[in-house]
Structure formats: structure tokens, C-alpha cells
């Protein structure tokens, strides 16, 4: 006769998209609303390295020439360097405010560093990575945090009324 089944991970209600937002919110110690990741480096420039690395690799596969070779180290190296000099931010929607805070290489919230500005615009979500200028730089809103930012601007019009 089997045993019972073997146990299962349990997941947050809503799956991995309030994973986010639920660290956040253990972090602060206040509820949010919404958290979105930033990161500094454009979502098509980490896009197009990605694609011409595999292009290298498939022309490393096909050819195995020495050109091919140093294609691919050279982009596999410049793949490298930008996920290590790509930083993380993560904006935090909470009843009083924008709160911005540190987070790691993975994206994971690390600690707040302060209130967002007052005047933060939180732009439309379009194309590959949406701007948003923070402290005098450029962060970007990957693509895939797009619902994210739309709920984040439906909560701040909401409080704003």
C-alpha cells in the first residue's frame, strides 16, 4: 500500500508576483501595497547581449573557429560584467508614501533608504523597460514588472483623489 504523498511546497497566496511584495512588507514592518523592482542598467541592453552571446554560441557550435571562440568569450565576459554592475533598487507603495530601498543582486529588498521624492513619476508601462528617475539617475522597470508599475499607478491616482 503507498504512503502518503510526498509534501509539497506551500507558496504565498498569488504565486510569486506578491513574493515581492511580501518580503518588502516583512522588511518594513508596514503593509504595501505594491513593490516594484528597479535596476540600472536598460532591459535591452541586458537583452541584446543575452541574444548575441547565444548567437556566438551557436555560431561556436556550428563553426568552432577561433573567431567564433573569441566572439563568445567576449560577449559571455561583457554579460558578466553588466549583471555585476547592474544595482537594484525596489520602490515600496505603502498608504504614506514611496518608499525607496537597497536590494541585492537578485532583486531581494535589503534595507530602506528613505522616502521616495514627492515629485517621483511613475511612467506608463511600455516597450521593453520603463524610465523612472530617481536621485538624478535613470532605474528601469523591466518588462516583466509591468503589472506591477500599473497597479502601482492605480494606487497612487487613487490616493492622489
Known amino acids: 500500500m503507498p504512503g502518503p504523498p510526498p509534501p509539497t511546497r506551500r507558496r504565498r497566496p498569488g504565486g510569486p508576483r506578491t513574493a515581492l511584495t511580501a518580503i518588502t512588507a516583512d522588511l518594513l514592518g508596514v503593509p504595501v501595497g505594491v513593490a516594484i523592482p528597479l535596476q540600472r ?4 541592453a541586458v537583452l541584446a547581449i543575452c541574444v548575441g552571446e547565444l548567437a556566438a554560441l551557436v555560431a561556436v557550435v556550428l563553426v568552432g573557429g577561433p ?8 560577449l559571455a565576459a561583457a554579460l558578466v560584467a553588466l549583471a555585476a554592475t547592474n544595482r537594484h533598487r525596489v ?3 505603502t498608504s504614506s508614501g514611496v518608499l525607496v530601498l537597497a536590494a541585492s543582486a537578485s532583486g531581494r529588498p535589503t534595507r530602506p533608504l528613505g522616502p521616495a521624492p514627492v515629485d517621483l513619476d511613475l511612467p506608463r508601462p ?3 523597460g520603463a ?7 535613470t532605474w528601469w522597470v523591466e518588462r516583466s514588472a509591468f503589472p506591477r508599475l500599473a497597479q502601482a499607478r492605480s494606487f497612487r491616482a487613487g490616493a492622489g483623489s
Not at 131 to 137: N, Q, T
Open 131 to 137: 524610465p523612472v528617475r530617481l536621485d538624478g539617475r
Open 41 to 44: 542598467h536598460h532591459p535591452a
Open 91 to 93: 520602490l515600496a507603495v
Open 67 to 74: 573567431v567564433a571562440w573569441a566572439a563568445f568569450l567576449a
Open 126 to 128: 511600455r516597450g521593453l
